[in-house]
């Protein structure tokens, strides 16, 4: 086969060499084949030195080389066959997305059913959650004017009740200061050395002295004593009315979650 196709191919070259003056040109090239340095077939081939003469070898060499490129076109459409068969496999696939976006159309409709009362539910939600925050804000406004009224009505409270204690105090030092000058002074005019009558009841008015002093003593310090725990109940009272008040955050609300069905 191989010798029969180079025959036919050198009787080509032959008739394709022959010039119309009927002389044989040794040096002729076939069109359908050009030399192993020239393009693509019909380009003029460039000017050499020397021609080089058409042999069998030279033929076979161009008919191996041409078998070899069918062979990789024969392997091209193999694999073009194979890239077909596997765009008709995906056609099938393709087919089967209207049927599922048909059904994600169904799903959406669902959710779009379900979600219209869920948004209408989170809105008034937030609507009775916005009235009690401002309710609670208008409660602890109201009780912090009250608690500072409190703590002024007791400030002043304490105030006056201060005020009478330490006029009080004041009046009965008064008192017993000029008690005890005129004691002195009934002492100091007093001659002991001729009576003894008086000197008795100084021994009793020294005793009654005393005591009238201790009973003074005691009755100033309990007074110091109330007088500090009620400072103490006003400062208290005092830090607990300048006590910032914290504001409660609104309750958090979280969405229900639905879980997805598909349609059989």
């Known amino acids: 086969m191989r010798l029969e196709s180079a025959t036919r ?23 359908a084949l050009g030399p192993p340095s020239s393009g693509a077939a019909g380009t003029p081939p460039p000017k050499a030195s020397s021609a080089q003469p058409i042999t069998v070898q030279k033929l076979l060499d161009d008919m191996h080389a041409v ?29 089967e997305v209207p049927k599922r976006l048909a059904a994600i159309e169904k799903l959406i409709g669902v959710f779009a059913v379900k979600i219209g009362p869920m948004g209408a539910n989170v809105d008034s939600t937030q609507k009775a959650v916005d009235q009690g925050f401002k309710e609670n804000v208008r409660l602890l406004s109201t009780i912090s004017g009250n608690v500072r009224g409190h703590r002024e009505d007791a400030q002043q ?49 020294a005793s009654e002295i005393l005591a009238a002093l201790n009973f003074t003593q005691t009755e100033v310090g309990d007074l110091k004593t109330t007088l500090s725990q ?19 955050h609104p309750p958090s609300y ?5 879980q997805g069905h598909h349609d059989n």
């Not at 119309?20 to 002729?28: H, L, N, P, R, V």
């Not at 091209?76 to 496999?89: F, I, Q, S, W, Y």
């Open 9 to 31: 191919l050198m009787a080509k070259c032959a008739d394709a060499s022959v010039p119309k003056d009927g002389q044989i040109s040794t040096t002729a090239v076939p069109k």
């Open 67 to 95: 078998h070899g490129d069918v062979r990789l076109s024969h392997s091209d459409v193999k694999r073009l066959m194979t890239t077909l068969a596997e765009v008709k496999a995906s056609v099938a696939d393709l087919s």
């Open 157 to 205: 409270e304490a105030k006056d009740y201060h005020a009478e204690q330490g006029q009080w105090l004041s009046a009965t030092e008064n008192k017993l200061v000029d008690g005890i000058k005129e004691v002195l002074k009934k002492i100091t005019n007093t001659d002991f050395n001729s009576s003894q009558v008086y000197n008795q009841k100084l021994e009793g008015i």
């Open 230 to 248: 009620t400072s103490e109940v006003v400062h208290s009272i005092k830090e607990m009315c300048e006590r910032p008040v914290v504001s409660s």
């Open 254 to 258: 979280r969405a229900p979650v639905f």
